[in-house]
């Protein structure tokens, strides 16, 4: 599928319909009405911060969505298990 469509679940699981209190919607639910492929449900549904990047994922919409899905060390341990070595040069 394409990724507009991955970002758009995203997206729309970011912001509910309804009142602001509104609770998210479920994330297979959101990723069948999409038409997401097995690897990008996967992703979403599992709040696969790692995959959902390698599918290219924007970085802001990327930093929301784990921020309303992991607790802070779970995503901080995740974005370290991501980060590159630096090279010196």
Same mark, same amino acid.
């Given at each position: 599928m394409a990724l507009y469509a991955l970002q758009k679940a995203i997206y729309d699981y970011l912001n509910p319909k309804g009142p602001p209190?509104?609770?998210?919607p479920e994330r297979?639910?959101? @990723? @069948?009405?999409?038409?997401?492929? *097995?690897?990008?449900?996967? @992703?979403?549904?599992? @709040? *696969?911060?790692?995959a959902l990047a390698e599918l290219g994922v924007h970085p802001v919409l990327l930093n929301s969505f784990a921020r309303a899905c992991l607790s802070r060390e779970a995503y901080r341990a995740t974005l370290a298990a991501m980060a590159r070595p630096e090279t010196s040069g």
């Open positions: 209190e509104a609770p998210h297979a639910a959101l @990723a @069948a009405a999409y038409g997401l492929t *097995d690897a990008e449900r996967a @992703a979403l549904v599992g @709040a *696969d911060v790692r």
